[in-house]
Nanobody, 123 residues
Framework: QVQLVESGGGLVQPGGSLRLSCAASGFNINARAMSWHRQTPGKQRELLAAIDAGHGKKYSDSVKGRFAITRDSTKTTTTTVYLQMDNLKLEDTGVYYC??????????????WGQGTAVTVSS
């Protein structure tokens, strides 16, 4: 079983930056792909960025060039996944969730979710 705990959300002005963290632990956590998603009222949860076990990355078009996903896998039983968010826009407001996949790539399903951290972009 995998446990995910997000942190780092808050209120930021347009054009500002935030860094989200996801503390992940559980079976084979360093061998799992990880991802960040965003959910806003009335919309489906949107995949923003994913990182595989080999640190390969992908981004949605909505955040490419503004967000960066990284992971710290130096510990054997835990990993921390970060989402650096720059040049934030009003439409980036939402609840951000961390997810872990069944395997080393994002070609499998997500098997665990964190509780979410809220980001509000407002002037």
């Amino acid at each position: 079983q995998v446990q995910l705990v997000e942190s780092g959300g808050g209120l930021v002005q347009p054009g500002g930056s935030l860094r989200l963290s996801c503390a992940a632990s559980g079976f084979n956590i360093n061998a799992r792909a990880m991802s960040w998603h965003r959910q806003t009222p009335g919309k489906q949860r949107e995949l923003l960025a994913a990182i595989d076990a080999g640190h390969g990355k992908k981004y949605s078009d909505s955040v490419k060039g503004r967000f960066a996903i990284t992971r710290d896998s130096t510990k054997t039983t835990t990993t921390t996944v970060y989402l650096q968010m720059d040049n934030l826009k009003l439409e980036d407001t939402g609840v951000y969730y961390c997810g872990s996949y069944d395997s080393a790539t994002w070609l499998t399903r997500i098997n665990s979710w964190g509780q979410g951290t809220a980001v509000t972009v407002s002037s």
